[in-house]
């Protein structure tokens, strides 16, 4: 019985792991075009992978929280954009591959890990998985609004925007969006302890030698 209970279990495991995939992992932007680039910050303890994927499949929702789960589980989380360096980087790199054009994303914006779900209001970053030797902010001190946002537009739902996007309409600033209103792009990150880019496995990127940095370094 103890062994049927353990098959059982491992099988169950399994199965749920696939539909997971199939429902929230790379089956929402399963055709999506996709890119990634590196990131380091000047004290070389702060170094990422940022994925950058184009519009998801329309028929998955939500959309937010399918872009989450990809991101969670293939990489480290949607991207946190906590300074200055990362979010300028970040959109050059978008510019100059025309990702913010409509072909890519029909309505203007990526998402990114901020959400105001639990508190109205109160914006907050994915929660972080520690890494021994990297460097992490809070992002609570740095400001990547738009003009007049968040705003928590109520027209199209009216629970209002609770989840955060890169909005290339305003140029790449922050935006709140609907959740499960439009289908969006999504901008996933993995964050490398000491920077060791040529050490780390990096599940879902081939040629990580080879990738180019998302700014100037």
């Known amino acids: 019985m103890i062994v049927k209970i353990a098959l059982l279990f491992i099988i169950g495991v399994g199965f749920q792991s696939t539909l997971l995939d199939a429902s929230f992992g790379r089956s929402g932007y399963g055709s999506s075009h996709h890119e990634c680039c590196k990131y380091q910050n000047e004290a070389e303890c702060d170094c990422r992978i940022y994925c950058i994927f184009c519009d998801q499949n329309a028929s ?7 872009a989450k789960n990809l991101c969670l589980l293939h990489y480290d989380g949607l991207a946190r954009i906590e300074n200055a360096n990362q979010h300028n980087d970040i959109i050059h790199y978008i510019k100059e591959r025309n990702l913010d054009d ?8 990526f998402w990114i890990g901020l959400d105001d779900r639990d508190v109205e209001g109160h914006f907050v970053w994915e929660s972080d998985t520690v890494k021994d030797g990297y460097c992490y902010e809070d992002g609570s001190d740095y400001n990547c609004w738009a003009r007049n946002e968040p705003n928590n537009n109520v027209k199209e739902n009216a629970d209002g925007q609770d989840c955060g996007q890169l909005w290339f309409k305003k140029g790449g600033k922050c935006d709140d969006e609907y959740c499960d209103f439009r289908p969006k792009g999504a901008i996933c990150e993995i964050r490398v302890p000491h920077c060791d880019f040529d050490a780390y496995e990096f599940p879902d990127v081939l040629g990580v030698d080879t990738l180019p940095y998302c700014g100037s370094v």
Not at 60 to 66: A, G, P
Not at 102 to 109: A, L, P, R
């Open 60 to 66: 998955y929702h939500s959309y937010y929280d399918v």
């Open 102 to 109: 409509e072909s890519c994303i029909e309505h203007q914006g």
